[in-house]
């Protein structure tokens, strides 16, 4: 994986998993890990965060339609979430918010500073994204609401 120890990707999908519990999906688990060319992320729903300071890059995280309305619902107490709506795309987004924060507090106890940029959410039937083109470790879940897909490029890591 280039330059960038491995150390630095993991906190990310660690952080999902530690989020995700929080609102009852308990059961997660890690179906592939792959080592990618760029930034890239193919189901319908698509959340990107900037990543700045020491740790410099982006997070994707990549669902399709079903799995964010799932978690959406999880989000909001339960409330039914038949489509995409405003409300349900700003939990949605929270949650990105709550997973990349999370990873940045792990990232600190390494003596790392990481700011994060407002998540930007982009949805769309037979959507691809190429975000950016870093080698990008990306880790596909299972997981009760459903499968999704955490992308993790980082272009710099200062010392």
């Known amino acids: 994986m280039s330059h960038i120890p491995s150390k630095y990707y993991l906190p990310f999908a660690d952080a999902l998993t530690e989020v995700f519990q929080q609102f ?5 688990n890690r179906s592939d890990l792959t080592l990618k060319e760029s930034l890239y992320m193919d189901y319908e729903v698509c959340l990107i965060v900037g990543l700045t300071d020491d740790i ?3 997070l994707g995280i990549s669902m399709p339609s079903d799995t964010a309305r799932q978690i959406a619902s999880l989000a909001m107490g339960g409330m ?6 405003e409300m349900a795309k700003s939990a949605i987004t929270e949650i990105s918010n709550m997973v990349t924060a999370a990873a940045a507090r792990k990232l600190s106890s390494m003596d790392k500073t990481v700011d994060i940029t407002p998540p930007t959410l982009v949805t769309g039937d037979d959507l ?3 975000i950016s083109q870093v080698d990008t470790l990306s880790v ?6 459903g499968p999704l897909q955490i ?3 980082l272009e710099t890591v200062k010392d």
Do not use: T, Y
């Open 24 to 28: 009852g999906i308990s059961e997660i």
């Open 56 to 58: 410099q890059g982006n």
């Open 151 to 153: 992308n993790i490029g």
């Open 128 to 130: 691809i994204m190429i």
């Open 80 to 85: 039914e979430v038949a489509q995409l709506d």
């Open 140 to 145: 596909s879940l299972d997981s009760a609401a």
